[in-house]
């Protein structure tokens, strides 16, 4: 016989200034098998758990259903109480009396109904519940990181310096991301190169991480703890191990206009290419839409020339198959191009540009050794016009979103060329100044009043060429909208930042969200913003919505901390909640008939066949069995399940129907 | 000796131990154990063979160790390569052959399931005359008439479980019918548990039906049961492509997803 405790919470006055909550306890307590039954203010206080313990060790409860506030809130909490006065954890079940009711509907008695209801359908399914105990599985421990910019070699190195393995897999055949691609950062002006090639030289020499470069994620399979992931290494070309990087193929090849992707289109490149002079690893790949080889079928002039026979032709792509513990997702952003805006020219003006781009033309590596010169004819801008918010806050162009920024690295930018063309004139058209962060403010200052930027409350309407200038025509909205007319030799768009290419489908991929832009999701926007709704897989940097580099890094840590500390653990201990096949006496041994209808349903891939067999090792019948380690309690099985032969454990068929039958009998 | 003797002699004397076929009954042809070369004479094959063999083909008491050949009809290849995608066909211990339709009654034994589906491959599956009548029938109704339609046509549903016994693909060790922890369906003949029982056997039928319409024969008080698989069948096909009495490939419609599936009911 059932010997039922009911508690019932007035979440101070959450649930009692709708719900009679004495009468519910009142009510509850005439039903069979609720042997204690009582209403208290705050049950997750101190003092309501130990009403709690007291009332399991004095009654003998077998059973506790807590009518309280939502399960995702306090379970694990009435849960744990409930083990330490000696009650399975699992024989504890909360009846939402607060979101599902009290909340949701007004002071009445329909109201106090509805919530001995809730209550009395949990005490029903409490009397059918079975005592539970935790799975165990073990840990993989081993991180993977997708993305080499700044983010990923932060997540790797952290998760590396606490001595676990990392792989860390880079799309491109060199790590450093955008960051490489920056000129100084603010709000320092130091130079981003300086500050990020140690941390790339030091991801390349750490004993704990594996490098691939030019590599890609092909699938991902299992849990966390236990992820299969395969890595798609695309062929190079060329063998790192025999490559010394001498240079000397590039240096030959003869495709040598190939626009430069890390100098954003300005400069150009050969099809044999390291992509920056601080690339690492330092070895260049043959990119084969632009390889004469690869196009046309003859060339092999790079073959010729290595003195070391490194270049090594049609080599497929080779997939790598690695089991991995966590994932963290670094996979960055990108920046729309100019192309994208039909008021600036569509694209056409050469001297309008992104601000990457002029982030390559103010670094000492870019295509003009960090002097400020226009694309055009190389001549010196001595009039520049920035434009901020070019597409971001513009709910009409699909990014209502503010690109975070863009306001800093305008000022940036201004500031920089300020100091590199002394006669030099500056224009800064923006919506508001967003200097929100550690010395941003300030810095934004300096530039207006130190470097005699001008700033311009207002949009640029249109940009056009006439004779020679670019003709920016906007508005000043601080002096009423007047008319504000500039004759600039160069303009630079802060064009948003938005999802990298590929994220939809990554995202498809791993089983994590994404939101409209297509920015991963995180699994609470405040509270785990380095987490995805999928367990083990974790989330840091730009994917997941435009961030400066103290942001991403600070998220960068946050995420490889979360993976040290689950990797800090000897197992995994998960709820006992996932599916069990069900096994009987022979010579049925289970009433599974091993359809494998199920093995197709799971999306977890947790379906095993297990072959039960005699003592001579015949089998006599192979029917389904559910790896704990992967399943995740959804339950799709159960519901395909044509002879019921499958259960969740917590969630059965047999206390699922107890609670509807109470229901229903009310 | 004709064909279908001469096969039946040679295989019982290669070592199968039993052949499911066909006998002359009273009233057509009727399933027929042969177990011996003298009784192989009895075999027939002819257009009343209807009787859906791939049944028998699940029973403990005739699949043991021993060798057992099928002379199979159209439907009962269906059922064999449907109940072959569902793990349930022990190939080793299995002969199947069939008549050809195209031959002078040619016989022609299958090597292997493989070889089974393609042969299906361009066997189109007949809708029975029963089926198109109450197809014009309904199509003309409302919902509500066709649910009290339906409701009728099972208030006279005794709970025999014919139906459950004659169909190939019924061959769970427990039915859902048999579960009573917790009773999902009524066990007596009533109302509201002959709904359950039906709904839940032709749901359970989605994708694995192979329309031998073996259920609506074995019906003893004429319920069509049959044409509610049938029609499952049809939306299957229109929705995610199935192709009707042929065996599922990669997993059952409603078992799997593939991105050209249509998600035209999700709002």
Redesign the interface.
Known sequence: MSKIGVFICHCGENISATVDCQRVAEELSKVDGVAYSIDYKYMCSDPGQTLIKQAIKEHNLTGVVIGSCSPRMHELTFRKTCAEAGLNPYMCEIANLREHCSWVHEKGEATTEKAISLVKMLVEKVKKDHPLTSIQVPITKKALVIGGGIAGIQASLDIANCGHQVILIEKDPSIGGHMSQLSETFPTLDCSQCILTPRMVEVAQHPNITLYTYAELDSVDGSIGNFHVTIRLKAKSVDPKKCTGCGTCSSKCPQKKIPSEFNAGLGTRTAIYVPFPQAVPNKPVIDKEHCNYYQKGKCQLCKKVCPTDAIEFDKPDELLKEDVGAIVVTTGFNVLKTDFFPEYGYGKYKDVITGLQFERLASASGPTLGEIRRPSDGQIPKKIVFVACAGSRDPAKGIPYCSKICCMYTAKHAMLYQHKVHDGESYVFYMDVRAGGKNYEEFVRRAIEEDGVKYVRGRVARVYEKDGKLIVKGADTLLGGAPVEIEADMVVLATAGVSNNGAEQLAQKMHISYDSYKFFAEAHPKLRPVETNTAGIFLAGACQAPKDIPDTVSGASGAAVKVAGLFSQSMLVREPLIAVVNRCAPP?FS?C?????????CPYHAIEHEEIKNRNGDVIK?VAKVNPGLCQGCGTCVA?C????IDIQGYT??EM??EV?SLLNN | MNKLEEKAVSLLQSGVKLILGYEKGDKGARPFFCHTPEDASKLIYDEHATTNLATYILKPELMGHDKVAVCATLRTLRAIAQLAS???IKEENLIVFTITEEGNGDVKEFSGIDEINSYLTDKELEVAQLYKELDEKLSGMSREEKWSFWVNEFSRCIKCYACRAACPLC??????TD?N??Q?IDPWPSPMGNMEWQINRVM?MVGRCIGCGACTKACPVGIPIGYLSRKMLNDLSEEFGYIPGQAMK???S???FKPEDKENFIH
């Open positions: 049925l009433t008939v091993g359809c494998f209808m199920c093995e197709t349903a192979t395909f044509r002879s019921k032969s068929n047999e129907y107890a039958v | 569902e793990n349930q061959y769970c060790t427990r039915c859902i579960v922890r917790p999902w359970h990669d997993g059952n409603l078992s799997t």
